[in-house]
């Protein structure tokens, strides 16, 4: 069998290495601590899954449902940036509802990128804003996000030929892992550059919700011009606790909305309409539950980063997001590091290289996982830094 060859230019899904060494671990009968994937610990709340069940016992929910999404959802989503950005949309023609944010984001690529096209990704960043572009045979220019500029895009280093020549600018605040946040000055940077050299943003904002200190994290689509070249991806997973259930959108642009939709309609089947139901619920219902878990995430944060930053590590307090992104001692690669820790801590966090080169040099720390599992997880770390001298 000769597989194509376009798998080879994929490295191997990140998680799916440290899960098995997790696994291998388990399986010889130790407890890991597991700091390395943002999944929501708590269960998504109660009137969202009570209006996916009713939903689901209704045989017109149980047929193929339309990619485009159901235009209760659509209208609630455009509801819900109206009511938490004062961004309105139009939720006929500037709204799709994805299988979750990340098959929108994996299929992004297919709308603009031809063999050989050039799309612009930070670096450190989510995964697959690359293995997207690679998928579709384009080329790739990684942007560094530098510790001393707060990890904020620097505009100004990239090269004008390279920002010329491309097609797709992939952003993300709050940002997964550095934790960092933008400012809608930054967000309007953005716009102005994607107008001087013919770009297409793609900013990714599923942890807008996910915030501390009282601080709420802007929408790039409050920027006037945003919709010219622009799309923003969110997802219900981070703020609903809906990771499992499959439920994202993309907003913005019309023109870019409707190609994604024509690539989606060609291949999948849209969202359940249950899981739409629920969405439509969660977007509307309380959304009293979201200040509550920051209140807990905010808490593990502090925890765990006083902590941290006694064991020799070095790490800013993120205002958003549930990562915290930490410096490790010089001389060890972040898979070293990893490693080490995993065998000599049990405890299993991401290795920053996982996000990029210029993740060499630290590691992400996810919030979400249980108190009690924090604070086993905070005593091994001590007592790991007492055992290293
Ligand atoms: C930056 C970022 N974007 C998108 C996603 C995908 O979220 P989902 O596919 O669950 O909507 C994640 C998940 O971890 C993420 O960290």
């Given at each position: 069998m000769e597989l194509a060859k376009r798998l080879d230019r994929l490295p191997p899904y990140l998680f799916v290495e440290i899960n098995q060494k997790i696994a291998e671990l388990r399986a010889r009968g130790e407890e890991v601590i597991n700091f390395a994937i943002g999944d929501?610990?708590?269960?998504?709340p109660s009137h969202i899954i009570e209006s996916m069940c009713q939903a689901a016992h209704n045989p017109a929910n149980q047929r193929y449902p339309e990619t485009a999404g159901l235009p209760e959802l659509c209208q609630a989503i455009a509801e819900w940036y109206e009511k938490r950005f004062g961004v309105t949309l139009?939720?006929?023609?500037e709204v799709l509802p994805l299988i979750g944010s990340k098959e929108g984001i994996g299929h992004m690529a297919l709308c603009f990128i031809e063999p050989g096209d050039l799309a612009l990704v930070p670096d450190p960043s989510y995964p697959p804003y690359s293995l997207g572009t690679i998928l579709a045979g384009g080329e790739l220019y990684f942007m560094p996000l530098k510790e001393e500029d707060d990890f904020l895009l620097d505009f100004e280093t990239i090269p004008g030929d390279l920002a010329d020549k491309a097609k797709l600018m992939w952003l993300n605040y709050?940002?997964?892992?550095?934790?960092a946040v933008a400012s809608l000055d930054f967000f309007e940077k953005a716009v102005h550059f994607a107008k001087q050299h013919n770009l297409v943003i793609c900013h990714d904002a599923?942890?807008?919700?996910?915030?501390?200190?009282g601080y709420k994290p802007p929408s790039?689509?409050?920027?006037?011009?945003?919709?010219d070249r622009g799309v923003e991806f969110h997802s219900l997973s981070k703020t609903y606790h809906m990771t499992g259930w499959r439920i994202g959108m993309m907003v913005g642009n019309a023109d870019i909305v409707r190609a994604l939709f024509r690539v989606k309609s060609n291949l999948d089947s849209g969202v359940p309409q249950a899981i739409q139901y629920a969405a439509v619920e969660a977007l509307r219902g309380s959304q009293e539950h979201i200040a509550e878990h920051n209140g807990v995430l905010q808490r593990r944060r502090d925890k765990l980063l006083k902590v941290i930053n006694e064991t020799g590590l070095k790490a800013r307090t993120p205002r958003a997001t549930f990562y915290i992104w930490a410096r490790i001692p010089q001389g060890y690669t972040s898979i070293d590091f990893t490693k080490e820790l995993l065998d000599e801590a049990g405890i299993a966090v991401t290795p920053g290289i996982g996000y990029g080169k210029e993740g060499e040099g630290y590691i992400r720390f996810s919030l979400t996982i249980s108190d009690n599992r924090l604070e086993e997880g905070v005593s091994r770390l001590l007592a790991w830094r007492r055992r290293r001298g």
């Open positions: 929501p610990d708590s269960p998504t139009n939720p006929s023609t709050p940002n997964n892992p550095t934790g599923p942890y807008t919700e996910v915030a501390f200190d790039f689509m409050q920027i006037p011009g945003s919709k």
